[in-house]
């Protein structure tokens, strides 16, 4: 059974860069069989896709992508975020997940929530 | 990019079916199969319902099904139960630069 956990400062200052791990066990993420992928949820709204990491390469959500980097430990089986230049509206729950060739995410992580403020 | 349109709420009373719309482009859910449903419990994680807009991953009751029609796909609950009772979210592959979006999410109810 395929887990992903999270993890990571929970409060980050305004203008500072957040950093989060997603640690993956019961399978390998580098067996290029999948994408993996980080996504956040603002209090209250709805889902929103931040990028993806892939045996290719890495795609980003274009609203983000001057401020994100999406890197992997394939020796410690894990893929990170990086969002630079925070403020409050990037305060929100983040979920690592699991997603498929059918382009569907089958697990993910039981999220992790990030407060921006001073 | 623009989320995906579903009304915000949906209610049925246990054992009616109700039904989730979700409504696209021509560039993503009218282009493409890769449409996804996902049921979201209070302070849960999002779990995947339905993909491929009509396929249901193992443990997923029979009572949760979905189509698509042109740019609108549809998640239809049927026998509804109180467990049902949670928040609905679509996705889509888009072909814009944005390449994954969601739905706007559509709380059930069960009455």
């Known amino acids: 059974q395929v887990q992903l956990q999270e993890s990571g400062p929970g409060l980050v200052k305004p203008s500072q860069t957040l950093s989060l791990t997603c640690t993956v066990s019961g399978g390998s993420i580098s067996s290029g069989s999948y994408y993996w992928s980080w996504i956040r949820q603002s209090a209250g709204k709805g889902l929103e896709w931040i990028g993806r990491f892939y045996s290719s390469g890495s795609n980003y959500n274009p609203s983000l992508k001057s401020r994100v980097t999406i890197s992997v430990d394939m020796s410690k089986n894990q893929f990170s975020l990086k969002l630079s230049s925070v403020t409050a509206a990037d305060t929100a729950m983040y979920y690592c997940?699991?997603?498929?060739?059918?382009?569907?995410?089958?697990?993910w992580g039981q999220g992790t929530l990030v407060t921006v403020s001073s | 990019q623009s989320a995906l349109t579903q009304p915000a709420s949906v209610s049925g009373s246990p054992g009616q079916s109700i039904t989730i719309s979700c409504t696209g482009t021509?560039?993503?859910?009218?282009?493409?199969?890769?449409v996804s449903w996902y049921q979201q419990h209070p302070g849960k994680a999002p779990k995947l319902m339905i993909y491929?807009?009509?396929n249901r991953p193992s443990g997923v009751p029979d009572r949760f099904s979905a189509s698509k029609s042109g740019n609108t796909a549809s998640l239809t609950i049927s026998g509804l139960q109180a467990e049902d009772e949670a928040d609905y979210y679509c996705?889509?592959?888009?072909?814009?630069?944005?390449?994954?979006?969601f739905g706007t999410g559509t709380k059930v109810t069960v009455l």
């Open positions: 997940a699991r997603e498929g060739w059918e382009l569907m995410y089958d697990y």
């Open positions: 491929e807009v009509s």
């Open positions: 021509s560039s993503d859910v009218g282009g493409y199969n890769y």
């Open positions: 996705s889509s592959y888009t072909s814009s630069s944005t390449l994954k979006v």
